[in-house]
């Protein structure tokens, strides 16, 4: 199984393999250069980025023209003569070309404890995306620094909450809830987080008796939440709280979209009153590709498929799917599941093609036949990883990631009520 981007390169017009953007093909620092903040091609093309979005300023020539041979020969040397200094984090999702550099691979929240393993690591060079670099810096050491090979790779679903936004939201559920809590103790609303957030939106939680969440512990996060408020109010992902929720038996109708731009979300009041869940309008466009047609289509195609699906796909997908669950639970499934099953995967295409390469004893194909990687992601290329990696070797900090303390003290409160929740 060949990587992602020789999948593309090996695309031709008219042929059986498509992707959803030829741009894919051109090197990632083109797009450095627009001038307009964008994610670039893959699945966020069509996104807006803020206007205050990092933007990545042009690399020195000399790693935009390296062929891959030199590159990798100068990652390699400056990795060997960091040795211990520096750890490289490749997120699932990354390309096979930067992840074949990475001391660990994993999902957000493995990464980012992965660094604390390492004390003796000044820089912890991420190869994944904004938020997980705020994370690792914000329950690393002080003493280490964060690096992100490409300011430019955010993420584009963590972009569509911004604290201003969530603050404001928030000022209109305490108007109309108040902020005294029931006969039982719960007070009106919790703000719960994904961990696809910014730390200012983490500081939040940690500061208004929030929690953070992954898609691994969502619900044992919402019944932490449920313990303690009479409603959540749920964000940035609208797919994975809902898809939670309703798992736990939350009816729809209890579950009202806050839409940032509308008074009260575009909500009347009585639905706001009568919530249980407030869902920010916010999803991922890698996810939200996914559909039910592609399930039918597999299960056509391979009678007995095991369909498992991330829980930021859409509620259709999730509920036509046999499983969902998150980046850790599709590796661990396919890896405890018995030679010769075949498996049908809804999530990102570089961990999906990895993972079929990794396991040649199954079947493992991505739902979505159209090639089409998380945009951000796929802006880190060897060339930004060889150019912060050697800058290292000259003493230099590049692209550090850096949470001021007064965010990164509450985000770690609600971090740590996340890791002391139990099911
Ligand atoms: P993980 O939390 O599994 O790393 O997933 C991150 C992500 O971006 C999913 O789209
Ligand atoms: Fe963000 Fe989606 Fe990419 Fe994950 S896959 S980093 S949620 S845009």
Redesign the pocket.
Known sequence: MPSVATTLNLIRPGGAVTSCSPALKDAPWNFDAVPVPAYGPG??MADVAPADTPRQGEIPAEYRTATDEELDRRILAAKATLGDRVVVLGHF?QRDEVVKYADFVGDSFQLANAARSRPAAEAIVFCG?HFMAETADIVSNADQQVILPNLAAG????DMADIDSVTECWEQLEELYGTEPDASGRVPVIPVTYM?SSAALKGFCGEHGGIVCTSSNAATVLEWAFERGQRVLFFP?QHLGRNTAKAMGVPLERMPMWNPRKPLGGNDEQAVLDARVILWHGF????KRFTVAQIEKARADFPGVRVIVHP?CPMPVVDAADEAGSTDYIQKAILAAEPGQVFAIGT?INMVQRLAAEHPEHTIFCLDPVVCP????YRIHPGYLAWVLEALVGGEVLNRISVDESVAAPARVALERMLAARP
């Open positions: 699945s966020s999702y995306v993420c584009s679903m963590a696809n992902d991922c466009s890698v996810h930021e990102e998380c945009s951000t992601m």
